[in-house]
DNA sequence: CCCGCAACTTGACTATTGTCATGTCATGGG
DNA sequence: CCCATGACATGACAATAGTCAAGTTGCGGG
């Protein structure tokens, strides 16, 4: 991915979306932009929060050790999400570890030059403290639209937001494994493996960690239709 | 309900907690404080946002007409939560109107001054912004774990915070209709009914909109409870 | 005072999802 | 090369919650 399609998606995150121009321009310039492999650790839990992260591509995702050794997985993000943001405008440490689940690009803004360029034009918290309400009182909504939909839906939704095209056919890998997944949409590993089967009957063919959507309009309007439309299935 | 006991709610909501106290005191000393009576109209889809509001006691809902001139109920606000931030901030027309469902006060903190304060003292800004990025999160996570309650857990809950005391026995006033209470707590009318007569079984009798708590700790048990552990019931 | 409407309750049925158990398959260690 | 392990799929079953339909109740208008 080019830092130019980078800079595009860094552009549309929560943070950076409702700035002024010039001002998106300084954060930029000042970020740091990192590759990370699957696997590597962004930070730990305890370690000091000094950057806001935005993720560019890849999925990341956040997690607690839990005293029997085992992780618990608190959430997972993908391009254009950003988090830390709480912890890094306060200076407090980190309460989770994160970690790169795929290979991911992700930008780092050091909170410092973010607080310092609020001080200087308070617009600026202004505007971004509006955007994330807007964004907060949507997050409730959808949430709530959630319940209207059905697992193997959530699971089409989930397929669409990893096709970059808009039409026809796509050949997607999933990004990590199905577990992981199943988490992220709020199911089990079973119920993902039955969303995945009845995905067949709208062109959907899973193969390991690949999917292969034959048409996506078909997929799209499967995704967006009334439940009880289905049912006569 | 006194008007110091309602600066204390003032205190937890969102927008005040974490702001220092001199702040806080500027806001309080020029916020607007209102009661309306049941059915008062708050304000007006498309009227102008001129200030942020705080919910003090009672409920507030936001709905839109649809074209058939029926309501749409968009959410339902209670003690504690503030609503219009966005809307304010950017000096925008409301998108929905609020009413008052049952007789309520609210703090109306005009935007003005909040932006001047701001603009005053950035640091306002990156604390409310905080304090909103945690709120964000939590958010995320409690409706995550929505879906690990059952529909009667969730009722239960919401009785809960109804009641003032924390032990013994506890009549509570529902405050709007059950179909209200219902799409607060994302479930039908029926399923909600069904969520009471379950309850009868931990001690709460239902009589019109009166709910009569016979044990609050074991209702919080219940509510607390794994729903595996109740299967045996 | 009666009627009708709307809210609410209840019952029967169905779909979805979680749980448990079992089976399959690929991978990596011995 | 074989087998143990873990990820994943699938079937059986139970519980939850939505839908539809039919009753009940309370309230306001006529």
Same mark, same amino acid.
């Not at 991915?1 to 700035?19: C, F, P």
């Not at 993902?192 to 799209?220: E, M, P, T, Y």
């Given at each position: 991915?080019?830092?130019?399609?980078?800079? @595009?998606?860094?552009? /549309?995150?929560? =943070?950076?979306?409702?700035?002024?121009e010039q001002h998106v321009e300084t954060l =930029?310039?000042?970020?740091?932009?990192?590759?990370?492999?699957?696997?590597?650790?962004?930070?730990?839990?305890?370690?000091?929060?000094?950057?806001? %992260?935005?993720?560019?591509?890849?999925?990341?995702?956040?997690?607690?050790?839990?005293?029997?050794?085992?992780?618990?997985?608190?959430?997972?993000? @993908?391009?254009?999400?950003?988090?830390?943001?709480?912890?890094?405008?306060?200076?407090?440490?980190?309460?989770?570890?994160?970690?790169?689940?795929?290979? *991911?690009?992700?930008? %780092?803004?050091?909170?410092?030059?973010?607080?310092?360029?609020?001080?200087?034009?308070?617009?600026?918290?202004?505007?971004?403290?509006?955007? @994330?309400? @807007? %964004?907060?009182?949507?997050?409730?909504?959808?949430?709530?639209?959630?319940?209207a939909q059905t697992g193997a839906q959530r699971?089409?939704?989930?397929?669409?937001?990893? *096709?970059?095209?808009?039409?026809?056919? *796509?050949?997607?890998?999933?990004?990590?494994?199905?577990?992981?997944?199943?988490?992220?949409?709020?199911?089990?590993?079973?119920?993902?493996?039955?969303?995945?089967?009845?995905?067949?009957?709208?062109?959907?063919?899973?193969?390991?960690? %690949?999917? /292969?959507?034959?048409?996506?309009?078909?997929?799209?309007?499967?995704?967006?239709?009334?439940?009880?439309d289905n049912w006569g299935r």
């Open positions: 991915m080019s830092h130019e399609a980078q800079k @595009t998606i860094a552009r /549309q995150s929560l =943070l950076l979306r409702s700035l002024p =930029l310039s000042h970020a740091i932009w990192r590759q990370y492999d699957r696997g590597e650790t962004i930070f730990l839990q305890e370690e000091e929060a000094q950057a806001i %992260h935005v993720v560019l591509d890849g999925w990341v995702k956040l997690f607690r050790m839990t005293p029997t050794g085992s992780e618990a997985v608190v959430s997972v993000f @993908t391009r254009g999400d950003s988090f830390g943001e709480a912890v890094a405008l306060r200076n407090v440490p980190y309460p989770v570890s994160a970690e790169a689940v795929s290979v *991911c690009d992700v930008m %780092h803004i050091p909170s410092p030059i973010l607080i310092s360029l609020m001080k200087e034009d308070p617009e600026i918290g202004i505007s971004i403290l509006a955007a @994330t309400f @807007t %964004h907060l009182h949507s997050l409730v909504a959808q949430l709530e639209q959630l319940k699971v089409a939704e989930f397929l669409l937001n990893l *096709c970059d095209v808009e039409d026809g056919e *796509c050949d997607v890998a999933l990004p990590y494994d199905k577990m992981l997944i199943a988490g992220r949409l709020g199911m089990k590993p079973e119920s993902l493996s039955r969303a995945f089967s009845r995905l067949k009957a709208v062109g959907v063919k899973i193969n390991r960690n %690949h999917a /292969q959507i034959s048409d996506i309009s078909q997929l799209r309007d499967y995704a967006e239709s009334d439940p009880a």
